[in-house]
């Protein structure tokens, strides 16, 4: 019998809505304790800790991260702060689980990532999906070529938009709908060079603008070395929530309904075109968050190995970067 996982005492920068979903509930099903959190409103981290039963409300992140009781920072500010925060992290040796992306650009990408090497520190960039059974039976079936060779990618990630005043509409603060969906379609197109002979290279974009330098939506062309193509749509003025994956080969499709969030619908739609049956089989709605932070804590507690790394955060930026310039737009 392996032994039990002492609980994470987490730390909290920010108030943030995303917090709910992604941390609060986990830990709470999980048993690990949030310990401290801080915010740029003390009376909004105060509504926060009250609302989640977080241990202590402190002044601010150095508060936070410096706290002797805090042994894992979780960074879920604005895109343009989790470069500076995950440092300021790492300088006081503390585990980090980071908000995608992990930086504004792939240069800060690389100096979070070498500073957390030289202090031994670790950091897990919160590509949750990657952690659900769904992703796991995905990458199962495509070994057993169930589907044949793969010829097409198709992502869709959309979302009604968020309000004025979100960060996600600032260039300033990082924002944009290729960082804040864009990120996880190039995450998956990604892995998924496994089985199309490597890495996709980003063969043209085109976007709609919200403003200077601020992409409201945007499609991606990518090809694989094996010749296989695939799009990416995303949308952050959408009229409701779609994330979606479909993988197309020689003998048939699979078909993830929501890859992002097997939590709201759990479906893998599996095709073969051989013998023309449909089936559907379902990989359960726990929560994506909830596996990612319990494969966090086996590895902060037991050395156990994570599915991405430093490595894959930085060349994510890279990507991110390509992208922006193929849609005529700056990096972050």
Not at 13 to 42: F, N, W, Y
Not at 132 to 157: N, Q, S
Not at 160 to 174: F, H, I, K, T, V
Not at 275 to 294: N, P, W
Request: hydrophobic share 40%.
């Amino acid at each position: 019998m392996s032994a039990p996982t002492e609980p994470l005492r987490i730390g909290i920068l920010g108030a943030s809505r995303i917090a709910e979903s992604a941390l609060v509930g986990p830990a709470q099903t999980l048993g690990h304790r949030l310990v401290a959190v801080a915010a740029r409103d003390r009376g909004r981290a105060e509504v926060f800790a009250g609302k989640y039963g977080v241990e202590r409300v402190l002044d601010s992140y150095d508060e936070v991260i410096n706290d002797p009781e805090v042994d894992v920072v979780y960074n879920p500010l604005a895109n343009s702060l989790h470069g500076r925060w995950n440092l300021t992290a790492v300088a006081a040796g503390k585990a980090v689980l980071s908000e995608k992306p992990f930086a504004r650009n792939a240069t800060e990408a690389r100096q979070v990532a070498d500073a957390a090497r030289a202090a031994g520190v670790p950091i897990l960039e919160g590509f949750h999906y990657l952690f659900h059974p769904l992703m796991a039976r995905t990458f199962e079936l495509l070994d057993a070529g169930a589907i044949g060779a793969v010829r097409d990618v198709e992502v869709v990630m959309a979302m009604p938009a968020p309000g004025d005043d979100d960060p996600r509409w600032s260039y300033d603060l990082a924002g944009g709908a290729l960082m804040d969906l864009g990120c996880y379609a190039l995450h998956v197109s990604r892995a998924l060079g496994r089985w199309c002979g490597g890495r996709p290279e980003i063969s043209g974009g085109r976007a709609v603008l919200r403003g200077p330098q601020i992409d409201e939506s945007a499609v991606l062309d990518i090809r694989y070395p094996n010749g296989a193509t695939g799009t990416h749509a995303v949308s952050m003025v959408a009229g409701e929530y779609v994330f979606s994956l479909r993988i197309v080969g020689d003998d048939g499709s699979l078909y993830l309904h929501d890859y992002l969030g097997p939590s709201r619908d759990d479906r893998l739609t599996v095709v073969s075109s051989k013998d023309g049956t449909v089936r559907v089989e379902h990989l359960g709605t726990r929560s994506t968050y909830t596996y990612q932070l319990e494969a966090l804590a086996a590895s902060i507690r037991h050395g156990s190995a994570l599915p991405i790394d430093l490595d894959d955060a930085v060349e994510n930026m890279r990507y991110l970067d390509e992208a922006y310039r193929a849609i005529g737009l700056d990096p972050r």
